[in-house]
């Protein structure tokens, strides 16, 4: 049954990694799966939270720090590790390969459990932006197998861990700041009642 899903699974990443195969993807996906190249958006977005997105901007700001440090251990560090999956760009044969191909783990995919991480977090204080944080996770997501560096299982594991970690993480830092405005309404009207 392993072997069975481990063919479906090469098939799907040759799927990918050849048959959609074109220049405009093989110019526009390294470009994508590379982490430096987002720096700056990253950077000027966070600034925007901080500056212009008064309380709330600030709350995702810092749980968005605290969520990609946790959610990029956990699967660098604890599952890569616990799987030993090994890149199907060091295994496999006739791999279009776009990127460099690491000696690190494959399974998950990082980008894929960071991404869809944020974008559950990101969508519970910007719901009507939430098309396009999902999106750009898929998008980069898809890029890993195209590029020949992971598996379309890698991708798809990653994220749905991504989704149960930004999920369990968003419910905490929701409950938290549920306690907290609780906190401060009751303070105020204890204040106000000592005024009187």
Same mark, same amino acid.
């Given at each position: ?23 405009? !993807? ?28 008064? *309380?709330?901007?600030?709350?995702? %700001? ?25 890149? =199907? $760009?060091? /295994? ?8 460099? $191909?690491?000696?690190? !783990?494959?399974? =998950? ?7 869809? %991480? %944020? ?7 910007? =719901? ?16 890993? =197998? ?20 930004? !999920? ?13 405005? *609780? ?10 009642? /000592?005024?009187?």
């Amino acid at each position: 049954m392993i072997d069975f899903l481990y063919q479906i699974d090469v098939k799907l990443f040759y799927f990918i990694n050849h048959t959609l195969s074109n220049p405009f !993807f093989d110019k526009i996906f390294p470009f994508l799966t590379e982490l430096k190249n987002w720096y700056l958006v990253y950077i000027l977005y966070f600034l925007y939270l901080l500056i212009s997105g008064k *309380k709330t901007g600030r709350i995702t %700001a810092f749980s968005l720090i605290l969520l990609i440090a946790i959610s990029d251990q956990l699967s660098s560090n604890l599952l890569k590790n616990l799987f030993e999956r090994i890149r =199907p $760009c060091n /295994v496999l044969e006739n791999v279009n390969l776009l990127v460099t $191909c690491t000696e690190s !783990f494959s399974f =998950p995919s990082s980008h894929a459990v960071n991404n869809f %991480a %944020a974008a559950v977090l990101l969508s519970r204080f910007y =719901p009507k932006f939430k098309i396009w944080f999902y999106s750009i996770a898929i998008l980069l997501a898809f890029s890993r =197998p195209y590029v020949g560096v992971h598996y379309p299982s890698d991708v798809i594991g990653g994220a749905l861990i991504g989704l149960l970690i930004g !999920f369990i993480f968003t419910l905490l830092i929701s409950k938290i700041i549920d306690l907290t405005e *609780k906190k401060e309404k009751f303070i105020t009207r204890r204040f106000q009642k /000592v005024d009187l």
